[in-house]
């Protein structure tokens, strides 16, 4: 049984190298036959600069959506076996430009007929597979240009984090939760300021008392994050004591806590959230941005004076919130 095919789209880049691979073999072995000292992977660098005659690694890299290392590593064999060389351009010494030597533009007398075997081969089997196959990659390499295999698979990453996250409201076996996550925090960015002691200590007094949220996160059994929102009038909360613990950032639960903070923040009547977050805290900050904050200007009457300063953002609740 081939394994590959019973894996079917999950063996999609493992099935296309073996096929490169298939190719590559027989391609190496039929150059090898017909007495030419040539590479297959060579083949499209080689083949630009015969169409160009000189290029930079940049426009290279461009031309065949390689990466810079590829074709130096191509570059670099082709050079070692008298094909190409390499020049620093007059006008810019860091840019490197490429162009193949005499015995690079003779070998291509030898090369062509049999490049065009290849092709004519290539067309048989395409054909016996039957359907376009190369218009099918091309759409595939659009669509991969669009948006790549590694955005496609974070996505769905972080969706599978993001359901596995628990929200809890509060209780008050829960408290501890509260103070240790923020104090673990502070300790390890800043310094627990007399206001911050007061909040952690007392947030049912302090938080929820007047009209605030104070939300849980749990993650496989264990609470690792937490968050509040404090009430300053009839239409707005702050957002604040976020805290996420160490061994749980990257699984979404910020953004969990965050997302639902807002929808409590809505439920509430509230028409926006504000909050004050730190030029230290990127991810935090990133975050906020990716959810529809933005940054205000001024001092701000919500804003408590803490001495690690802030940059005060705010979401409109009129506009749905980005998930």
């Known amino acids: 049984m081939d394994l590959f095919r019973k894996l079917g789209s999950l063996a999609i880049a493992s099935r296309l190298r073996r096929l490169t691979e298939w190719l ?7 150059y090898q ?48 076996r008298g094909f190409l060389q390499s020049t620093s351009d007059k006008k810019d010494k860091r840019k490197r430009l490429l162009r193949l030597t005499q015995k690079g533009r003779k070998a291509l007398s030898s090369l062509e007929p049999v490049w065009r075997d290849f092709e004519s081969a290539a067309d048989d089997f395409l054909s016996e597979a039957g359907g376009d196959f190369l218009a099918t990659v091309g759409r595939l390499e659009d669509a991969l240009k669009e948006k790549g295999m590694y955005e496609r698979i974070t996505q769905r990453i972080k969706k599978r984090q993001l359901r596995k996250v628990e929200i809890i409201n509060y209780q008050p076996r829960f408290k501890k939760y509260f ?16 206001k911050d002691e007061i909040l ?42 976020m805290a996420v ?7 979404q639960v910020g953004r969990k806590l965050a997302l639902s903070v807002i929808e409590k923040a809505k439920n509430s009547g ?3 959230i504000v909050l004050l977050t730190n030029p230290r805290l990127t991810a935090a900050y990133n975050l906020y941005r990716s959810l529809g904050f933005i940054e205000l200007s001024g001092d701000q009457p919500w804003a408590t004076p803490y001495r690690r300063g802030g940059i005060p953002m705010s979401l409109d609740l009129k506009n749905k919130p980005k998930t």
């Not at 169409?51 to 074709?71: C, D, F, K, N, W």
């Open 24 to 30: 590559y073999k027989d391609g190496a072995r039929i």
């Open 33 to 80: 036959e017909q007495s030419l000292d040539f590479e297959p992977r060579w083949f499209p660098l080689f083949y630009l600069l015969k169409e160009s005659g000189e290029i930079s690694v940049t426009h290279a890299a461009q031309s065949l959506g390689l990466t810079h290392p590829a074709i130096n590593q191509i570059a670099g064999e082709m050079s070692r």
């Open 179 to 194: 103070r240790s996550l923020n104090f673990e925090w502070l300790k390890e960015y800043f310094e627990v300021e007399e």
């Open 200 to 241: 952690v200590s007392n947030p049912y007094e302090k938080i929820i008392k007047p009209g605030g949220f104070v939300l849980f996160a749990r993650l496989d059994g264990k609470i690792v994050g937490t968050t509040a929102l404090i009430r300053y009038d009839k239409f707005t909360y702050e957002l604040t004591k």
């Open 245 to 251: 613990k160490r061994s749980a950032q990257g699984q």
């Open 270 to 272: 509230a028409r926006r």
